[in-house]
């Protein structure tokens, strides 16, 4: 509403400082301005001049006015100012630089609105003060903080310092004055706030993190997702979801060198807001303009929809008989043969020692594609949990959760060889189905053995105790057969003429036996592998050989029968 005590600019300028935290109130915007006043003097002018740059530029583009007087075109310019004014020591240069990135935040602050007007479209945040400050920063070293000790009053006070750094401030002054402009414009997202920077603040600790923890950097990101996620009054699992997000994401950045600013929270918000569309199914009018499309979405469960993007999306992500499609699981398959690649060379040592910090970006990369491809897929299929619950649903996640326990645990990383299984697609994209056909006649040459080769497993187990207990008693401990399972382990060992020479007979007795051993095991070898081939070649003989007799109705013959074996009449009808 319209405050008709304040000028429109002073207004629209002050809803600028409370956009920040997702909310429209002057007053506000006002304590949030006094904070930086307080908490950062030389860091006020700056953030004056980039929210001044976002409101000047909206102006002069002929941008709407109810959204220029909400502030929507100066808060990341705000954010700006704050980051420049901090990294960069002041000079000719930086107000330019300034007044530059406030207008180009409004101008990709009103192509989002402008692409994004529907409720279930995803917010903009604070995506254009991220994108343009990841521009600015660029690759950040890691840095130390300086120890500090978690006394009562300093975690008491740390998630104040956490609302303070969503805007670069660290004394808790500052943030106390954000929690009463937050209780001023809202108090469900003041208390929401609290509690998602609390949380942080003892994930920080939890993660023996307490520099950080106190100094709030764990906590800004959730306490923003809590804020942005407050408005779902039915649903406070979601905001609780984001806060977990928001928590489990930030370490990531850390890991690749990258300021996380406020990304963390924009990213834990999209996924909330994505997952929580897609249970709900969207409400479908207009038929199809395309037969194709109508064929695959009424496969799939789709009625109709003013959607068609979203179907032409599951017909290129979950078909393979269309261009698109096979194109899609081409360049996926490419990208799952490229990360497990990146995971062996890792476990290389020279490798890892030079390269480590390289493979880690490329790894993160992979991980992001791949976790947007799950979101792909959850999104475009008509029966989101049933495909997440799937053999192929979960071996995808499974793809994904490796990366992000890497974060925590180091040897997680290794786990990511599991998508090699995700290579199983390339039968469906390369059609080999006739390869699986002849998959199945081995399992049913191993169903058909299955008893023959149960019979010879517990005669070859009988076999090695037997030959292990004797070398147990003939050579004894002084020799290295120290117990009946180390003599168990060589007869297994001998055996199967691999042989390892850890333990070796010495007694003439002994190497007598070790010889019976050896020869018995090239005997048997043959055993199991005639048995499998009798029962493959059966169950190949018995699908090819299903030709019925018209006369007797017989369904089978010889393989290359061409009369009845019952009744002698034609099999195959002669062509006149």
């Known amino acids: 509403m319209h405050n008709h005590t304040c000028p429109d600019w002073a207004e629209a300028l002050l809803n600028g400082f409370s956009q920040i935290f997702l909310q429209r109130h002057p007053l506000c915007g006002l304590l949030c301005l006094l904070a930086i006043l307080i908490g950062a003097p030389d860091l006020l002018g700056g953030a004056l001049l980039g929210g001044v740059a976002g409101l000047l530029t909206a102006q002069r583009r002929g941008y709407p006015k109810a959204e220029r007087q909400a502030g929507l075109y100066s808060y990341n310019g705000v954010l700006l100012g704050l980051l420049i004014s901090q990294h960069f020591a002041w000079s000719a240069l930086v107000p330019p630089l300034i007044l530059a990135g406030g207008g180009l935040s409004a101008i990709l602050t009103r192509q989002w609105l402008k692409h994004a007007s529907r409720p279930h479209n995803l917010p903009a945040y604070t995506a254009p003060f991220v994108g343009l400050g990841w521009l600015l920063l660029g690759h950040v070293p890691q840095t130390t903080l300086a120890p500090a000790q978690a006394d009562m009053f300093a975690v008491l006070t740390a998630p104040f310092s956490g609302l303070g750094q969503i805007m670069l401030l660290e004394q808790p002054l500052a943030g106390l004055l954000i929690a009463l402009g937050l209780l001023l414009a809202d108090r469900r997202a003041a208390a929401w706030a609290m509690i998602g920077a609390s949380l942080g603040v003892l994930a920080g600790l939890w993660l023996n993190e307490p520099s950080g923890a106190l100094l709030g950097l764990h906590s800004y990101n959730p306490a923003l997702a809590a804020l942005a996620l407050s408005p779902l009054r039915r649903q406070p699992w979601l905001p609780l979801l984001g806060i977990g997000l928001a928590i489990l994401l930030t370490p990531g950045f850390t890991a690749l060198h990258l300021p996380a600013l406020t990304a963390p929270f924009i990213l834990a918000c999209w996924l909330v807001r994505a997952g929580h569309r897609l249970l709900h199914k969207p409400r479908m009018d207009s038929p199809f303009e395309s037969p194709r499309l109508a064929r695959y979405s009424l496969q799939a469960g789709f009625m109709d929809s003013n959607n068609d993007w979203r179907q032409r999306l599951y017909i290129m992500v979950f078909q393979s008989d269309t261009v698109a499609g096979r194109r899609f699981d ?122 023959k080769i149960v019979v010879f497993l517990v005669s070859v187990c009988t076999l090695v105790t037997v030959f292990g207990t004797l070398m147990y008693v003939i050579e004894g401990p002084e020799h290295g057969f120290t117990s009946i399972p180390k003599g168990i382990y060589w007869a297994i060992v001998t055996l199967t003429t691999v042989g390892f020479g850890d333990i070796v007979p010495k007694t003439p007795l002994g190497q007598v036996i070790s010889s019976l051993v050896m020869i018995t095991g090239y005997s048997i070898i043959a055993v199991p592998t005639g048995i499998f081939t009798a029962e493959l070649a059966s169950a190949m003989r018995g699908e090819q050989l299903r030709t019925e007799c018209p006369a007797c109705k017989k369904d089978s013959h010889e393989p290359n029968a061409a009369f009845c074996s019952r009744c002698g009449s034609n099999l195959f009808h002669k062509l006149e």
């Open 330 to 451: 081409g360049i996926l398959l490419l990208i799952i043969l490229a990360s497990l690649v990146i995971v062996m060379l890792d476990s290389i040592d020279q490798i890892h020692q030079n390269y480590a910090d390289v493979l880690a970006y490329i790894e993160w990369g992979f991980t992001l594609i791949f976790a947007i491809e799950y979101g792909l897929r959850l999104y475009c299929s008509p029966k989101p949990l049933r495909y997440a619950f799937s053999f192929y649903g979960l071996v995808d996640l499974l793809a994904i959760v490796p990366g992000i326990l890497a974060l925590y645990y180091s040897d997680a990383q290794y786990l990511l060889i599991i998508r090699i299984i995700r290579m199983l697609r390339i039968f469906r994209v390369l059609k080999l189905s006739p390869y699986l056909k002849q998959a199945n006649y081995l399992m049913a040459a191993l169903r058909g053995s299955k008893q």
